[in-house]
């Protein structure tokens, strides 16, 4: 995706196969104010989008925001096991005694389970709340972990996933995990635009830090 008009069409196409804004924001790596802004601007009259007009939700200028597209590597296995390498490498200083890796759905199931097998460690997964988020409050809405991979089962965990743009996502797997009696001792991410070092004391690593420069108006 080289513009904004791309991403506007490509949040177009995902509304219309049904995705909440909140998995267009998945899908896309953007915010969840930026998935609103884009869906509801594909569903206005074409017009140019180079300085777009209006913002997520009443006038001003649109979201300030960065977008990731990570693709080049995710249609690739041999490409995506060598990132999973590199992002277990950036966890194996915290010791070989953790044994569960939790990868963060959808993006971050996929990228857990290499790093999860170069690590030797059990998978699970965690669906977040913005996954039903359209609009209002997300506090109201809850995350799930899956049957379907290992539970918590008050251990020690990694958490993986592919970006980290406001680190709401984040804060929210690291509180889960803590409500089921375990423990995450580190994150890491393919791309952190905020450029953290940690959350709620939980050291968070990337691969790549996405800084925006730029003066306030």
Known sequence: MKNVDDLIES???LAARGLSKGEIAD???VSRETASWLVERSSTPAQSTEQP???PASGGTGPQDIHVDWSAIGRDSKRMNAIASAMADMLAKHGEDIDLTIGIEKAGGPIATLVARELETDLGTYTPAKHQWEEGDIDELGGTFSRNFAGIRDRECY?????ITSGTT???TIEAI???GGKPLACVVLA???GLEE???VPVYSLLQVISVGKDE
């Open 53 to 55: 007009s209006g913002p």
């Open 11 to 13: 949040a177009a196409e």
């Open 159 to 163: 958490i993986v996933d592919d970006t």
């Open 170 to 172: 984040m804060r929210e």
């Open 178 to 180: 803590r409500a089921e």
């Open 192 to 194: 952190d635009k905020q």
């Open 199 to 201: 959350l709620d004391g």
């Open 27 to 29: 899908e896309l790596n």
